[in-house]
């Protein structure tokens, strides 16, 4: 049988085109270095192009390598959908799912539970990648695996397609490391931002705060200069360390630093609009019971972790 009519060897060139290497790849699916390079001259050989362009361990995909990868993809799933179709899969206890949330609370909030999870429910294989795009285009991305579930922000009205339940409110609190404060001294009201050096958030899936707004007034915001960050991690560390203030710091990641001092609030009180959490999955993907158990267990877990963040600081809300 020739290599390319083999899903095996796609499945292994699509894992070395998501992870960007061929070691990463290896991590994933379980073989060795030699198997997948022998895997990718094959299909090269006998496609008679390269997919790939190499640059020592660096690689990324040529022109017609992002074409086989969309169509791979394709495949893939349009395999994976006939079997489970074939097993019953509406109704069974296993098979995939493929759960997408913000890389800042995968790591904290999102694997641990996951793990308790497949302690109970050994036979579902769960697949947790970054929300890199706003809900719902997370669901319609077409170069990549068919996201089932997400965790992240939503708005407050139902999305055509797709079934939701809400887990809470997160507000987003201004911040500083006291080493800042005692620099560069504390602004009390949006207008004095202009004399210091904001560190801002501008990735997929959020935008900088423009303005900040209490008791009903909005002020903007202006910054005598200003770092930006894609990924809340980084805006964290860069306040801790007392590089500027942070206009909009969700709670949920400020927690550990406020009560550890290395972060204070500031501007008393005024803040940008707190955001609706949810958990979203596609009505196709609700069908399957896997799904609904999983999206049962993740919503008792995040409610639960929410309602105890609002009752340990209760002054961020309302």
């Not at 073989?31 to 790939?52: D, H, N, Q, W, Y």
């Not at 690689?59 to 074939?86: F, S």
């Not at 139902?158 to 005692?182: D, K, Q, T």
């Not at 993740?298 to 309302?318: C, I, V």
């Amino acid at each position: 049988m020739s290599r390319t009519d083999d899903l095996a060897v796609w499945r292994i060139f699509c894992e070395v085109a998501r992870s960007g290497g061929v070691h990463a790849a290896c991590e994933t699916l379980n073989c060795e270095p030699s198997t997948v390079s022998r895997a990718l001259k094959a299909i090269e050989a006998e496609i008679g192009a390269p997919l790939f362009r190499r640059d020592g361990r660096n690689i990324r995909l040529t022109e017609l390598g992002r074409r086989a990868q969309v169509k791979a993809n394709e495949l893939l799933d349009a395999h994976q959908t006939m079997l489970q179709d074939l097993r019953g899969d509406r109704n069974a206890l296993s098979g995939t799912i493929r759960l997408a949330a913000h890389a800042g609370i995968s790591s904290i909030e999102i694997t641990p539970c996951l793990i308790e999870f497949r302690k109970v429910y050994p036979d579902i294989t769960l697949e947790l990648h970054d929300l890199s795009r706003l809900i719902p285009d997370i669901f319609l991305t077409p170069d990549g695996p068919q996201i089932d579930m997400t965790v992240g922000y939503g708005p407050d009205r139902p999305i055509e397609g797709l079934v939701s339940r809400h887990l809470g409110e997160m507000p987003f609190i201004c911040c500083a490391s006291p080493l800042y404060i005692r620099q560069h001294g504390e602004p009390h009201h949006p207008s004095e931002c202009i004399e210091h050096t904001g560190i801002l958030v501008n990735s997929p899936t959020r935008v900088a705060t423009k303005e900040l707004s209490r008791d009903g007034m909005s002020v903007p915001l202006h910054w005598k200069n200003s770092m930006t960050f894609k990924n809340l991690m980084a805006v964290r560390s860069a306040a801790a360390l007392g590089a500027g203030i942070v206009p909009d710091l969700p709670l949920f990641h400020a927690v550990e630093a406020l009560k550890s001092g290395q972060l204070v609030p500031v501007m008393n009180g005024w803040r940008c609009k707190s955001a609706s959490c949810f958990i979203f999955a596609t009505e196709e993907a609700y069908e399957k019971r896997r799904v609904r158990v999983l999206m049962d267990w993740l919503t008792e877990h995040e409610r639960r972790s929410l309602a105890k963040l609002r009752e340990d600081f209760p002054e961020f809300y309302g």
